[in-house]
């Protein structure tokens, strides 16, 4: 298969990255390639899905990934993964001699050991050029269940209208579960028995860069973890603190103690993200070195400066994401920069992950969630038509169509965009620019 076929069956099957921001995957096949990489460093505390799913399907996972490497031209294929996933290692051991090329690249159990940056480096020891993109250094990066959609878009001829959600925490049981795009969080956590608490919190996409959703919010390509939390648990309270409070606590009790640099993971490769001396301008209004402010867009947001290396319990990536935010807005745009020299210590800096569940409150949650791959039925879908980078969708139906599930009901935009599919049979109800309501007609 040539590169321009790939990315065309890419597009129109709606493959996107499988978790984070959603790009595009089509756009990444680039023949300057030498490396290509599949994340299975499962980031964030109690998500299980991807090595569930290589433990499931080895086989079709890897052919796919070594596919994409004939494609590109890539020299090698490494699957990132960590060692403490024996199960999935092991089937992965089974299926990879058939494969030249393919290796695997084992990574400790550390906080954030799937940020793309930090997993390239570990895997590679290259280093991505601060605000770069992997192919700067012939390295490009897949999420293990994006690949898995590739496989079932080349040889099932199905397209991505399905996600794998873990769902955790005050649940009664557990689980890794199949739902339909534009289902619901209520939807999901209904499959894993309800919420053991009342008046829950949604923590939807883990608990170190997820944010509180609605029961409402859609199940989109890009959700992978859902945990359902107390009120009065400790990551709700911070993510619901207002930016004004933290920079006046921060001005108030920040010793400059620099710990929250000193076990940054982009800092430790050289990265200039320094937020001790971020925290120190901005609570001073001291505008004497604008880099300080600028070097905030190097920020990857892994929340690990205010999570667990800040003794203190201040928001540095918070602060730093409002100001990016604002410098965005503004239409400033990132520096053009070059990393300084890996750190000597990064080795012994970095976050264990044992211990960053401790400090969370996380460790008693920290059960076996099974897969339970049949995709679940549901009434209704609100299918979002913005659910990767680049332009969104474009509707291309109507209320009151009959359509099918796997059907086209969103073509791709001009530029960088992905079609869209029905992830049920039935009538569509609503759709305009923004969403596409569907009532099943299945139950």
Do not use: W
């Not at 997993?119 to 290259?126: A, D, F, N, P």
């Not at 930016?243 to 050289?270: F, V």
């Not at 680049?390 to 359509?403: F, H, N, Q, S, T």
Request: a positive charge; hydrophobic letters at 40%.
């Amino acid at each position: 298969m040539d590169i321009k076929e790939l990315a065309g069956l890419l597009q129109s099957s709606g493959v996107v990255g499988a978790g984070g921001a959603g790009f595009p995957t089509y756009a990444k096949l680039d023949t300057r390639a030498e490396t290509i990489i599949m994340n299975c460093a499962e980031c964030e505390p109690l998500l299980k899905l991807h090595r569930q799913l290589l433990e499931k399907y080895a086989e079709e996972i890897v052919s796919a990934f070594h596919l994409v490497m004939e494609t590109v031209g890539a020299k090698e294929a490494i699957v990132g993964i960590k060692k403490a996933y024996k199960s999935a290692i092991a089937a992965l051991e089974k299926v990879l001699p058939r494969y030249p090329g393919v290796r695997l690249g084992l990574l400790d159990e550390v906080y954030p050991a799937g940020d793309e940056v930090v997993l390239i480096y570990e895997v590679t020891h290259k280093v991505v050029r601060p605000g770069g993109l992997p192919i700067e250094s012939g390295v490009i990066v897949f999420n293990v269940e994006t690949l898995y959609n590739l496989h079932r878009a080349l040889h099932k001829n199905e397209p991505v209208v399905d996600k794998l959600v873990s769902v955790v925490a005050e649940v009664n049981n557990p689980v890794t579960v199949r739902m339909p795009i534009g289902s619901t969080v209520e939807d999901a956590v209904r499959q894993a028995g309800g919420a053991k608490i009342k008046d829950p919190v949604y923590f939807v996409g883990g608990p170190m860069m997820g944010n509180i959703m609605p029961g409402s919010a859609p199940i989109t390509k890009t959700t992978n973890a859902i945990l359902v939390l107390p009120q009065n648990h400790y990551l709700v309270e911070r993510k619901r603190a207002k930016p004004e409070i933290m920079l006046k606590r921060a001005a108030a009790s920040c010793c400059q103690c620099s710990m929250c640099t000193d076990l940054c993971p982009r800092h430790a490769l050289g990265h200039p993200i320094q937020p001790h001396l971020f925290m120190r301008a901005a609570t001073c209004k001291d505008v004497q070195d604008p880099n300080i402010f600028l070097d905030t867009f190097f920020c990857s947001s892994c929340g690990l400066c205010e999570l667990y290396s800040c003794f203190q319990g201040l928001s540095p990536r918070s602060l730093m994401a409002t100001y990016k935010n604002g410098l965005r807005a503004a239409g400033i745009k990132a520096p053009v920069v070059q990393a300084a020299p890996v750190q000597p210590s990064r080795e012994l800096r970095k976050a264990p992950m044992q211990r960053l569940m401790a400090r969370l409150d996380l460790t008693k949650y920290n059960l076996p969630a099974p897969l339970k791959d049949e995709c679940v039925s549901v009434k209704t879908v609100k299918i979002p038509l913005r659910q990767h980078i680049g332009a969104p969708a474009v509707c291309a139906v109507k209320a009151g169509d009959i359509v099918r599930r796997g059907q086209v009901i969103a073509n791709p935009a001009n530029g960088l965009s992905v079609a869209i599919h029905a992830s049920v049979t039935g009538r569509v109800r609503e759709a305009d620019a923004n969403s596409i309501t569907i009532d099943s007609t299945e139950n």
